[in-house]
Each structure stands twice: as structure tokens, then as C-alpha cells.
């Protein structure tokens, strides 16, 4: 049990739990995240790190990309 809990320690250890903006869908961001990140339509954004969100990791958001023909948008990263 102390294995498995230091386990899951180290995964969420500075993280926040976060949720889409509909709520549909429910992940882990960095522990810079905050309310609205990604939702303001800035044309500059700030990296702050990786994320988690279960039922997107796995192909899933190409595949909903693909079938709602959302266009690809190109970034460059400074």
C-alpha cells in the first residue's frame, strides 16, 4: 500500500485537478494553472507545462478533431 500511494504521490505532487470548460472532461495541469487558461482568446500564451485529461489522451482529441473538421491551427514556440 505505501508503494502505491508514494506512487500516485509522485504523479499529482504539484498538480491541480482540472476540468474543460463544458465540464465534460476532468485531467491534472501544472500547479501554474489557472481559471480560464486557454478560454480568453489571447493571441499569446504562455507554456507553464504538460497536462492530463482522461479521455483525451489516447487519440481521442484527433479523432473529435477529425470528425467535427476542426481546422489545424500552426504555433511557434520562441
Do not use: C
Not at 500516485?8 to 465540464?23: E, F, M
Not at 495541469?29 to 478560454?39: C, H, L, R, Y
Amino acid at each position: 500500500m505505501a508503494e502505491f500511494l508514494q506512487r500516485v504521490q509522485s504523479v499529482v505532487w504539484n498538480r491541480k485537478l482540472i476540468r474543460t470548460a463544458k465540464g465534460h472532461y476532468l485531467g491534472l495541469g501544472p500547479e501554474k494553472t489557472e481559471v480560464g487558461d486557454g478560454t480568453d482568446g489571447k493571441p499569446v500564451y504562455t507554456l507553464v507545462g504538460e497536462a492530463y485529461v482522461h479521455g483525451k489522451m489516447d487519440g481521442e482529441a484527433i479523432d473529435f478533431q477529425v470528425e467535427n473538421q476542426i481546422l489545424v491551427e500552426k504555433f511557434e514556440l520562441e
